[in-house]
């Protein structure tokens, strides 16, 4: 019985600092995406990256789809 909290212990060693990366990688893509969508007044888009978290897929196929036109806005 002594091993379950040992082996959950070590799990849990490498499972926070890889939830805190995946946490930070989400926002920083989300931010980026929600800005530049906000600058190119494209409302559906900034609502569904503000709703919908998926691992920073959605804000990187924005920020792909429209990089030529952010190129030019500035």
């Known amino acids: 019985m ?3 909290p040992q082996q ?3 799990i849990m060693v ?3 600092p890889l939830i805190i990366i995946l946490s930070v990688w989400e926002i920083v893509w989300k931010i980026i995406a ?3 969508s906000a600058r190119n007044n494209d409302l ?3 609502i569904l990256i ?3 978290n998926t691992v ?3 804000p990187i196929i924005y920020i792909l ?5 952010n190129e030019n806005v500035s």
Do not use: N, S
């Not at 789809?65 to 036109?69: D, L, P, T």
């Open 14 to 16: 490498w499972l926070i």
């Open 56 to 58: 920073g897929i959605l």
């Open 50 to 52: 503000a709703v919908i």
């Open 44 to 46: 559906l888009w900034f």
């Open 2 to 4: 002594d091993q379950l």
């Open 34 to 36: 929600m800005w530049k």
């Open 65 to 69: 789809i429209h990089k030529k036109k």
């Open 8 to 10: 959950f212990t070590e």
